[in-house]
């Protein structure tokens, strides 16, 4: 079986596949402060919570926009899946043009989110724009040719909603729910009405822009983890496609296995 890991800022979504199905996926907190061995208990317990052994991994993909947290990650599947995990990064093929002024820039997620989104969409005929909606907030655009174009990266709704709260003296912390209405009569629906419907703009005016650039008409994918969330005020975005990345880190090792035989 294949593990794939995608560290991100805020969470790390790991998931199990058997060939091409995903049995299991999961999603824990990004901790610069774990070790191998807490990452290692962690994983390996909540694998057999779901009835799988780590003897039934056989290979390792990871991908992270972390480099702090790649070494024990690393570590961690060396000392508890005794493999040595392929990691995205210069030298692996993608099969993708990367038409980005220096290609060594994209993160590492960025790249994985667009292999999956080529292989899954790209028989559409349609360019596409992938907004992977995270800690930060990254819109992709993407040829049906399999030309990487580069795209826009804004701060994450999540981030946006806690830098209100730690940089003003009164406003509390919330949670991100629809508001009722723009104008609101209270302080908590006030700051959802302009942190959701604000971002909704956001996404709006950017995908706007985006399918002008490419010339009209685009697919567009959201994935991440406000991704649900974010669906719920625009209707700009075509598919929600929570396990991309996954997919993604699976496609990029199917391509590289042999090489790492």
Known sequence: MLLVIDVGNTNIVAGIYNGKKLLENYRFSTDRSKTADEFGVFL???????????????????SSVVPPVLVPICHMCERYFNITPMVVGQGLKVGLKLKYENPKEIGADRIVNAVAAFEKYGSRGKPMIIIDLGTA????????????????????IGISAEA????????????????????????????????????????????????EELGGDALVIA????????TLGTDCIDVVDQMLT????????????????
């Open 223 to 230: 994935t991440g983890g406000f991704a649900k969330t974010m």
């Open 137 to 156: 907030t990254t819109f992709c655009a993407l040829l049906p040719t399999g030309e990487y174009l580069g795209g826009a990266i804004a701060p994450g």
């Open 246 to 261: 996954l997919e993604g880190l699976r496609l990029i090792f199917e391509k590289n296995k042999k090489k790492e035989k």
């Open 44 to 62: 390996t317990n909540i694998m057999a919570l779901s009835g799988l052994k780590r003897e039934d991994v056989t290979n390792v993909i990871i």
């Open 164 to 211: 209100l709260y730690s940089r003003t003296a009164k406003l509390p912390r919330i949670e991100l729910l629809m508001p009722k209405k723009a104008i609101c009569g209270n302080t908590v629906e006030a700051m959802r009405s302009g942190i959701m419907i604000g971002y909704f703009g956001l996404i709006k005016e950017l995908v706007t822009k985006i399918k």
